[in-house]
């Protein structure tokens, strides 16, 4: 696609419940990065993927968080029995490649409200 | 562990003048240094993105300089316009790191340009 495309733009769910948060990234880019963004705070890196694998999953706050990419393209963060600490915008990224020299291009977020 | 700085959080200016916004990195082992404006309720649009070989980058009525050794970057906005006010944000790609390639951000300068 022309660029990073996320969805759904806005959710709004219930305590405990699971959410999935999609993310697809411009064609070809085969790097793919999950950020989050809480209410006056910076971006707080969760997870890289090379391709399908995910060579660093550092940032994941905790293991009811978790991410998948199929064929190299769609990635999907899940986030289960979510809280409410778990509201921010959920920012997806990719680039071609995780050379020095490659731009990365963000999604415009999903924006996550836990009440 | 990389920290990254930008000063002032804030910064109000009438229309015309020319301005800089300032980052500081703990960690000179970079790849590179990306600049990113964010709009409110939006993604991350990047501007401009230097190399750790290169000292600087122009696009339009921005300018961005690196200097690798002291750890400092500034985003030079000429001519300050209405339709600048965002989010500034920084952002370094670490270099040395086996699989992680994540983007350390700052917390980024809220501009705000009055007409």
């Known amino acids: 696609g022309a660029g990073v495309s996320q969805s759904p733009s806005n959710k709004v769910t219930e305590k405990g419940k699971d959410v999935e948060l999609r993310c697809d990234p411009i064609s070809g880019h085969t790097a793919l990065y999950w950020y989050r963004q809480s209410l006056g705070q910076g971006l707080e890196f969760l997870i890289y993927?090379?391709?399908?694998?995910?060579?660093?999953k550092s940032g994941l706050p905790s293991d009811r968080f978790s991410a998948e990419r199929t064929g190299g393209s769609v990635s999907t963060l899940t986030i289960q029995r979510t809280q409410q600490e778990d509201s921010a915008v959920y920012l997806c990224?990719?680039?071609?490649?995780?050379?020095?020299?490659?731009?990365?291009?963000f999604g415009e977020g999903s924006w996550l409200t836990v009440v | 562990k990389q920290e990254v700085t930008q000063i002032p959080a804030a910064l109000s200016v009438p229309e015309g003048e020319n301005l800089v916004l300032n980052c500081s990195f703990t960690d000179s082992a970079i790849y590179n240094l990306q600049w990113f404006r964010q709009d409110p309720g939006k993604g991350l649009t990047s501007l401009l993105l230097i190399q750790s070989s290169q000292r600087e980058q122009t696009s339009g009525r921005l300018n961005a300089s690196l200097d690798k050794s002291s750890g400092r970057s500034t985003l030079y906005i000429a001519a300050s316009q209405p339709g600048d006010s965002a989010t500034y944000l920084c952002?370094?790609?670490?270099?040395?790191?086996?699989?992680?390639?994540?983007?350390?951000f700052g917390k980024g300068t809220t501009l705000s340009v009055s007409s």
């Open positions: 990224a990719s680039s071609l490649l995780t050379g020095s020299g490659n731009t990365i291009y």
């Open positions: 993927f090379q391709g399908n694998s995910a060579p660093d």
């Open positions: 952002a370094v790609r670490q270099s040395g790191r086996q699989a992680g390639t994540a983007l350390i």
